[in-house]
């Protein structure tokens, strides 16, 4: 790929002695799981989304189940969530126990729509869980009025959209408790798997704290049936190493995004947009196209690593068939899951990347319709 989907090999380039030097201390002090480092990212990160915990988990997916199980959600209640989504928020739900309701997303922004949700509410429901897609806030304070007219509790899916903001606030810190991912290739991303859970809820924060650890957060006392699910040490030494740029970084994301649109601007996609209130982080540059497989394959043979987030809606993969519920066609989500294509994004773009991408989706664009044309006429003959 000479433009790929996301360039890791340059952050870790231009970072490369500062993680040599943190990994090496931790080997130094052969102090591997949790202790100092991840304490001091525990409390770096919390800082950072503007809350009081952050406890650190083995991934994303942990972190939400987690977050759920140490709510008391579990067999027979139900949680609302987008269909458009990836697999790890609805199979989350289903670890703890409970069901997901499947609804539809804005069309513009690709968030939990809040007109949506009070109709899929029922008796058993007791969370909504919107995802800040693409590192796009959903809409949090109706989402949240709704919730407390029905005293619902809300948790954020920001394994994409860390240091985005909702009315100037951090995500992460909007509803209940917030998950977050540190996948290589978020926003903000380990060397392998990590991930946490932020929250105001001291008591919440305490039994993650207790449950990521076999139960204990005493030696030999199991006060819980706990697991083991733990951000490595090395992984915590080298957050704490990217933490420093992931503001810099999305600011670069904001503008790709806005190189993009501007050279975009007279093709025939539809762009993301941006609600009034928010800043968006951009983890992923999603588009809208006719005829998304063929643009894709002409983009890949380009040496572009587009992709597509999400080809498939959750209620149509085999593993949540019977388990899961879709109280009403989800309309905006079946229309665009063949429209849509993720451009490469990443903070180490430049400008004639940038400007190479916006030329070959257009080219693609331009040859696509010239083939329409050309067999359109051949009928008339
Ligand atoms: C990446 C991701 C997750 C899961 O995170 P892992 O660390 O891979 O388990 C959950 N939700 C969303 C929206 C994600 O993008």
New binding site residues.
């Given amino acids: 790929m000479t433009i790929p989907l996301v360039n890791l090999h340059r952050q870790h380039e231009e970072l490369h002695d500062e993680i040599h030097d943190a990994i090496a201390s931790v080997i130094q002090r052969a102090d591997f799981i949790l202790g100092a480092e991840v304490d001091a990212f525990e409390r770096e990160f919390a800082d950072y989304c503007d809350a009081e915990h952050c406890v650190t988990v083995g991934?994303?997916?942990?972190?939400?189940t987690l977050t759920m199980k140490g709510m008391g959600i579990g067999p027979g209640d139900e949680v609302i969530t987008a269909a458009n989504?990836?697999?790890?928020?609805a199979l989350?739900i289903q670890h703890a126990g409970a069901t997901p309701i499947l609804i539809d997303h804005e069309p513009q922004t690709y968030t939990l729509d809040p007109r949506r949700i009070s109709s899929a509410i029922t008796s058993r429901t007791r969370a909504i869980l919107p995802?800040?897609?693409y590192g796009h806030p959903a809409e949090m304070d109706t989402i949240q009025a709704i919730a407390d007219e029905h005293g619902l509790l809300v948790i954020e899916?920001a394994?994409?959209a860390h240091g985005a903001r909702y009315n100037g606030r951090r995500c992460g810190s909007l509803g209940n408790a917030a998950?977050f991912?540190?996948?290589p290739g978020?926003n903000l991303g380990a060397l392998g798997?990590?991930?946490a859970v932020v929250t105001n809820d001291d008591s919440l924060a305490q039994w993650i704290r207790a449950a990521r650890n076999y139960g204990s957060t005493v030696k030999h006392r199991h006060a819980i049936r706990g697991f083991n699910t733990r951000l490595d040490t090395l992984q915590a030494a080298v957050l704490r190493v990217k933490l420093r740029y992931l503001d810099p970084w999305n600011a670069t994301r904001r503008w790709v995004a806005a190189r993009y649109s501007e050279f975009l601007g007279d093709a025939d996609v539809i762009l993301p947009a941006e609600r009034e209130n928010v800043e968006p982080v951009y983890?992923l540059f999603v588009i809208r196209c006719e005829d998304r497989d063929v643009v894709l394959q002409q983009l890949q043979d380009k040496g572009i690593g587009a992709g597509i987030h999400y080809p498939t809606p959750i209620h149509r993969q085999t593993a949540f068939s019977g388990g899961c519920y879709v109280p009403s066609p989800p309309a905006n989500t079946e229309a665009c899951c063949d429209q849509l294509l993720s451009l490469p994004m990443c903070p180490f773009m430049t400008l004639d990347d940038i400007e190479e991408v916006a030329h070959e989706l257009k080219s693609a664009l331009v040859c696509i319709s010239r083939v329409a044309q050309k067999s359109e006429s051949s009928y008339g003959i």
């Fill in positions: 991934s994303g997916l942990d972190a939400l989504t990836f697999v790890a928020t989350a995802i800040h897609l899916d394994a994409q998950a991912s540190f996948y978020k798997d990590g991930g983890h």
